[in-house]
Every structure is written in structure tokens, then in C-alpha cells.
């Protein structure tokens, strides 16, 4: 069983999402532990990207703003690798295709493994496309989260069925 998949032993976890970044890098990670410390389940950490069309305003405000003051990706992943000495809880990437691919494919899902990056869930990717990464996740046991809209209708079945880490609906 996965870290990941203990997560859910009890049928139900509190997973909170923070943009990395913001108000600035330093806040993100006190805010992360006190997450941890405070009962979730797990946490979701938001790599900004200059596009995020799959995001509400106050989600685009804080990238807008963590990406303004500098931050990059290797940014987050320093800041991860510090985290896993002071907590014990699963933390899963949110962001999207541009920066696995502009990172490289390969690389990101090492340096993911390397911080203890559990999970990845990629809101542009859909799931007919998700085997272009797959070989990447696999190769370093990072879990390829599905996701299902209220749209995905006849497709819900096959994308549960095939689903790691857990299924972000």
C-alpha cells in the first residue's frame, strides 16, 4: 500500500491545495506544516505556470503574484525537500503539462521522487492523453492522478479503473 493509498484507510481524508509561492515561498512552507500539524491528510501544492486556465481568481491571484516575485519551480522543489524532515504526511504536485515538459518529462518526475513528491495531478491533461507521462511516473513511482468531471460521463468507469494514488473529482 502506498502512502497515498493509507491516506484513504478510513474512507474519508482532508486534503487542503496552497499555491506555492504565496504570499511568498517562506509562508507556503510554514503554512504546509501547520497543515500537517493540524490533522490533513494529506496536501496539495500548487507549482504556479503562466497560464492557469483551469483555475478561479483567488487560485490566479496567487499564482500571478508568486510569479511575480521569481518563484520558480526549482523553488518548490527545495522547498518540498525541507518539508519531508519536519513532516510525515503524503504531499501530491498540482499544475500543468507546461512545466513537466518545459522542466522535461524525466527530470521532474526524478527530482518529484527525490523531494518525496507522492502524486502529480495535471488538471490540462486528459485522460487519453495521460500515456506521454505515464512511462515517466511509473519509472519513478510518482502516481498519475486522474481526474473526472462532471462532463466525463461515459468515461468515468475507465478512467476510475486505471486511476493511481486516489481519483481527484
Do not use: W
Not at 30 to 54: N, R
Not at 63 to 84: C, N, P
Not at 124 to 140: A, H, I, M, R
Request: net charge negative; with cysteine; proline share 7%.
Amino acid at each position: 500500500m502506498t502512502s497515498i493509498q493509507s491516506v484513504f484507510q478510513n474512507k474519508k481524508a482532508f486534503i487542503p491545495y496552497i499555491t506555492a509561492g504565496y504570499p511568498d515561498l517562506a509562508s507556503t512552507e510554514k503554512y504546509i506544516q501547520v497543515m500537517a500539524e493540524e490533522g490533513a491528510s494529506l496536501i496539495e501544492i500548487g507549482i504556479p505556470f503562466s497560464d492557469p486556465t483551469a483555475e478561479g481568481p483567488v487560485i490566479q491571484h496567487a499564482i500571478e503574484t508568486a510569479l511575480k516575485a521569481g518563484l520558480r519551480t526549482d523553488d518548490v522543489f527545495a522547498m518540498v525537500e525541507r518539508l519531508q524532515e519536519k513532516i510525515d504526511i503524503p504531499l501530491v504536485f498540482m499544475t500543468y503539462a507546461n512545466i513537466v515538459f518545459g522542466y522535461g518529462p524525466d527530470k521532474f518526475m526524478r527530482r518529484c521522487q527525490e523531494v518525496g513528491i507522492q502524486g502529480l495531478i495535471l488538471p490540462d491533461v486528459p485522460y487519453e492523453e495521460k500515456g506521454e507521462l505515464l512511462p515517466y511516473s511509473q519509472k519513478y513511482d510518482v502516481a498519475l492522478i486522474s481526474l473526472v468531471a462532471p462532463t466525463s460521463h461515459d468515461r468515468i468507469h475507465k478512467i476510475a479503473k486505471e486511476a493511481e494514488g486516489f481519483l481527484y473529482v
